[in-house]
DNA sequence: AGAGAAAATATTGTGCACAATTTTTCGAAA
DNA sequence: TTTCGAAAAATTGTGCACAATATTTTCTCT
């Protein structure tokens, strides 16, 4: 799972700024100065820029020549496209997984299942955006194909991105039964209806997106909050 | 399709890298040493530590700590995942393309297909292999969907490496007419079709190969061949 | 001659200083 | 007060020197 070779601190950097990501403390825009993260994290700032440079790899970053590195913001078409490439790498996985998957996978599933459940009584919501793209990882995992794996932990890291932007302010339920049912059928070995049920699970979480461009135009300014439209 | 946000000699660094791969010129295992790389190509050794990283991301090269960077050399199971990768994500592209291709692009697929043509009659191995990658490259291009469309760019570059380690030495067939088809089949929107021809490409590709691991005992040593075995 | 240790060489890893560029601040003129 | 521009500050980009590690060579002893 680590994408880097060596160096210590180095990695927990690496790691830390995933994490921000996956629990929404770090949200598209932010600006990434390699100075505050080299003394934030006791390390040079040569290992800060090696770390952004693997970040910017992975479109997780987006790194502007003499400006620095921002934390990425995808588009309308960009979440589109990923999505629609997780529907199709995930709806293989699944039937995979429900070939292969041994029992210690399913009880490693069922896990995080729990987990899920604890975060969402608790009202917990940023370890329940986390804990669903670690979900989907640990789904993938049981495909067996470390290549594939990579492109989707890329896309999972994405997607945090996307639903920080794009999640509809209104909406709070989660259709984490979802993830239930998946295992239930990946464990059964249905692939082909494991593999239904995870594309009505990604319909569950496209309707829960608003995904149209917000234009400047449209985001209301200052005048129209405070001059009272009519 | 460039992966490198600045500097014009770093970029024809990478580059070249990656052509080199392609036309075979470059062989998995072969060491990259920092300091060649920085004076065959002028750039400082920080630039050339830079490309190397990239990659290695990209699965290419492979560092190794305090030992350098080496051309990727992929396991029999590491090329398996790679093929079926492929096939999925090519699987779903040549559909897409057999929606969305532009008349355009069916022109540019043919102008490959005319210099696959040329390079075969003329016998130039290493020209065939890059444009069979770029044929690859070029359909999926016609999906619209660069995130995936970068992924299959990785598992292109290391479909060379595939091939250049597992490839059987006595086939020199090579099955240009299955790109012919496609490109038929794509133009004529009949994008089921068309997958089901891409399914038999890699069927015709992975007969090619003789995917067993090499064993250090299987390969004959020096004795083996000077002390005249009965 | 062969094996092993030690020195010499070569290569990678890392921090720092300085250059290039951008962003902010400050002040003067309209 | 606003705007424009120049100076100042902050930030990123880059090369180099040196440290750490690995590899090769050399030398010695059996």
Not at 27 to 45: H, M, Q, Y
Not at 108 to 113: E, F, K, M, Q, S
Not at 142 to 166: D, H, K, M, T
Request: glycine share 6%; aromatic share 6%; net charge neutral.
């Amino acid at each position: 799972m680590s994408q880097l070779s060596g160096g210590e601190a180095e990695q927990e950097l690496y790691r830390e700024i995933r994490r921000a990501i996956a629990e929404r403390r770090l949200v598209p825009g932010i600006k990434l100065t390699e100075d505050s993260l080299a003394s934030l994290f006791n390390v040079s700032r040569a290992r800060v820029r090696k770390v952004l440079l693997i970040l910017a790899k992975e479109h997780i970053v987006k790194q502007e020549p003499n400006r620095g590195a921002f934390v990425w913001r995808p588009s309308v078409i960009e979440s589109r496209n990923i999505l629609d490439a997780r529907r199709l790498v995930e709806g293989y996985m699944v039937r995979e997984a429900a070939k292969f998957a041994s029992p210690q996978q399913i009880a490693g599933l069922r896990a995080i299942l729990v987990e899920e459940d604890k975060a969402r009584l608790d009202g917990e919501v940023a370890p329940m955006m986390r804990l669903s793209g670690e979900f989907h990882l640990k789904l993938g995992e049981c495909a067996q194909n470390p290549a594939l794996w990579e492109f989707l932990n890329g896309l999972v890291s994405r997607s945090y991105l996307i639903l920080a932007v794009y999640q509809r302010r209104d909406v709070r339920t989660c259709p984490q039964d979802d993830h239930r049912k998946i295992v239930d059928l990946v464990e059964a070995g249905d692939g082909a209806e494991a593999a239904r049920w995870m594309e009505h699970h990604f319909d569950h979480i496209e309707a829960e997106l608003d995904l149209v461009e917000e234009s400047v135009a449209a985001k209301p300014g200052l005048k129209d909050i405070l001059i009272a439209p009519r």
